[in-house]
């Protein structure tokens, strides 16, 4: 893994701890199993970036029987995977691409937005969207922010994301009855 600066790194160590601590079958599981005991049939991750990661989530989710996600040569693409109790009917996923360029926003930084994506799962009766769109490190969410450009980029492609208007329709049919 390639670390070109100080605060890459410590989130890097960060990441890893995490996975370390987490989900190791001898660390501290109280995170782990508040997700484990929640109600919920679907469970989205983001920064799964590695097979080695996936790995270790996997195997602390065994009742989350179905995953989705789409194959890179890393890891899952763009980092998200989406685990589900409910059978998964179908998976697409989108990269952002190319980002617009932005003053004040490292060439790096424009670089990993581009690689970032949205991760579509389709279920029975409804379509989970897992994203991850470049990381705001200004806190400031106004159009005269450097990110602006990134994010209206992202979000812009993620409103093009989700189900086709006669599977919405379908799907919504299908709630009421």
């Not at 983001?46 to 040569?73: D, G, I, N």
């Not at 581009?114 to 990381?135: D, Q």
Request: some cysteine; charged content about 20%; overall charge positive.
């Amino acid at each position: 893994m390639l670390h070109s600066s100080n605060s890459d790194s410590n989130y890097w160590g960060w990441v890893d701890h995490w996975y370390q601590s987490v989900l190791s079958e001898d660390g501290d599981n109280h995170s782990f199993g508040i997700i484990l005991g929640m109600c919920s049939e679907v469970v989205c991750f983001q920064e799964v970036l590695t097979w080695w990661h996936l790995r270790l989530l996997a195997r602390r989710m065994r009742s989350f029987r179905h995953v989705s996600l789409r194959p890179s040569p890393p890891g899952p693409a763009g980092g998200l995977v989406t685990f589900s109790r409910l059978a998964v009917s179908g998976t697409s996923y989108r990269r952002f691409g190319r980002p617009p360029h932005a003053p004040g926003v490292s060439l790096r930084a424009r670089w990993r937005a581009g690689l970032k994506g949205a991760l579509v799962t389709r279920l029975t009766r409804l379509s989970v969207i897992n994203t991850h769109p470049v990381a705001n490190r200004d806190g400031d969410w106004s159009a005269a922010n450097r990110f602006y450009p990134l994010h209206r980029a992202q979000l812009a492609v993620l409103a093009r994301v989700g189900p086709p208007r006669a599977a919405r329709d379908a799907m919504q049919r299908a709630r009421l009855s």
